[in-house]
């Protein structure tokens, strides 16, 4: 794969299409090319989430996330093939009991909000579970395995996890919602 990007600007895409890694072309407005681009999107906020400050376990975590994420969207890329292993899914089972077994009991629904960090992870949650619904909308028309669908909610539950971890570790706590009710003191 050394070599393989020798050329960026190809033009091969300005008529609307792009090709996939098994050579095939397809509109850039395929469902295809949506959710590979909402899982690069995802795998960018969760670079921009890496330039926090982190736990060393939690960084690990999103550095093997990011590459998970690279092998989900390549898988994407080229139809029939399989490079997200459903041992990343088991990874994120662990990695979401194991944070959250730290974590308050949730009497209330939160904010997305608190550190800049934790809403960063927010942002990454919502990017994960659009992806998911983009890869959803492509099993709807075409054969997309269960292991992408899979990690991508893992995935989305497990940033809502990283943010309340995140908000914590910098001192604070959840955002809590105040439904209107609450606001006007009546007890639910």
């Known amino acids: 794969m050394g070599n393989r990007l020798t050329q960026i600007a190809t033009r091969t895409g300005d008529a609307g299409t792009t090709g996939l890694g098994d050579n095939t ?27 926090e400050e982190l736990p060393a376990g939690v960084r690990g975590l999103l550095v093997e ?11 994407l890329s080229i139809p029939g093939y399989e490079l997200l292993k459903p041992e990343a899914v088991a990874a994120l089972d ?19 909000a608190g550190n800049r960090a934790a809403s960063q992870a927010h ?3 919502t990017v ?8 959803v909308a492509l099993g709807d ?18 940033m809502f996890v990283l943010a309340r ?5 910098h001192g604070g ?9 609450l606001q006007r003191g009546v007890a639910e």
């Open 65 to 75: 996330v990011q590459h998970q994420l690279f092998n989900l969207g390549g898988e």
């Open 25 to 51: 072309r397809v509109s850039k407005n395929h469902l295809r090319v949506h959710a590979m681009g909402d899982v690069d999107e995802l795998n960018s906020h969760i670079g921009v989430l890496l330039c």
């Open 128 to 135: 994960a579970r659009r992806a998911e619904r983009a890869v």
């Open 94 to 112: 662990e990695a979401l009991a194991e944070h959250n077994a730290a974590l308050p009991r949730l009497q209330e629904f939160i904010l997305p």
């Open 173 to 181: 706590d959840d955002v809590y919602w105040k439904s209107e009710r």
């Open 123 to 125: 942002v990454c949650r």
């Open 165 to 169: 971890v995140l908000n914590r570790m």
């Open 141 to 158: 028309v075409d054969a997309v395995r269960e292991a992408p669908r899979q990690y991508l909610n893992r995935l989305s539950d497990l």
